[in-house]
């Protein structure tokens, strides 16, 4: 096989993974170790994948890109139910319960409703929205005022104070990014403030994250691995990211999408 064909197949196969290790390209394709890392060195160069620690990642956005609402709704929506479900367990009735903005903390929001007697505090619009079609006589939501940003969480000053008043027994966050160095990312730095304040007011930690998120980085860091008592993600996480991630959060559970 040719160079280019080889880099094109590895290619494939990150894009259909989201990323591999040295060693399995070794494996899989009959070659030496410094062969495939400079593959992977020429792929990087054409700016297709990002170099990561024993493998390659598909390349990420720039750190302050932020794709809308509605764009990111349709991503990976079968990891996100079985981590919504996972989360869910969670919440027992009377409890106190913030939602951060994101979409994987929406589709958590249309399942708490059907928990009777909790009070659920958010920044985002669309988790609101969940909540407020379908409503119940013992729940409680409240909606911070604030900035609105392209992914509808509310932010700046007015969301700040309004959360800084209240204290919950578990804040689910929705997180645009994760890696050992940058820790738990956002691209928008206003919504970076807010979802500190969040994790101020809470309890316990629990940070919902796909697959997709490993090695993403936003330019502004909401918090590191280490504070997350609990990270609910899905089972196409790679085993090295896994190892990774098992020994700096609190607890690391994985789900297996259907």
């Known amino acids: 096989m040719l160079a280019q064909?080889?880099?094109?197949?590895?290619?494939?196969?990150?894009?259909q993974s989201g990323g591999v290790r040295v060693s399995h390209l070794v494996s899989r394709f009959g070659v030496?170790?410094?062969t495939i890392r400079r593959d992977l060195e020429v792929l990087a160069e054409r700016g297709l994948i990002d170099k990561v620690h024993g493998g390659a990642t598909l390349a990420g956005p720039g750190s302050t890109e932020e794709p809308g609402f509605a764009a990111k709704s349709v991503r990976q929506q079968a990891e996100k139910r079985a981590i919504v479900e996972r989360a869910a367990g969670l919440v027992e009735p009377g409890m106190a319960v913030a939602l951060s903005a994101g979409t994987t903390t929406a589709a958590l929001a249309a399942r708490l409703a059907e928990v009777r007697g909790?009070?659920?505090?958010?920044?985002?619009?669309?988790?609101a929205d969940a909540l407020y079609q379908n409503p119940r006589a013992d729940q409680t939501v409240v909606l911070t005022g604030?900035?609105?940003t392209p992914s509808d969480a509310l932010t700046g000053p007015v969301a700040e104070a309004a959360i800084a008043a209240l204290n919950v027994d578990l804040l689910f966050l929705g997180v645009h990014g994760m890696s050992p160095r940058t820790g738990f990312t956002t691209p928008n730095l206003?919504?970076?403030a807010v979802n500190r304040r969040l994790i101020g007011s809470a309890r316990r930690l629990v940070v919902l994250a796909d697959h997709t998120k490993w090695e993403t980085i936003g330019i502004a860091t909401i918090a590191p691995l280490e504070e997350a008592d609990m990270l609910i993600t899905d089972s196409g996480l790679l085993p090295e990211a896994r190892r990774q991630l098992g020994e700096q959060v609190g607890e690391l559970v994985v789900v297996r999408a259907d």
Do not use: F, K, W, Y
């Not at 080889?6 to 990150?14: C, D, K, P, T």
């Not at 659920?120 to 988790?127: A, D, E, H, K, L």
């Open 5 to 15: 064909q080889r880099q094109s197949a590895i290619l494939e196969l990150i894009r």
């Open 32 to 34: 030496s170790d410094m």
């Open 118 to 127: 909790i009070t659920v505090v958010t920044n985002s619009i669309p988790v």
């Open 146 to 148: 604030g900035i609105r």
């Open 190 to 192: 206003l919504e970076a």
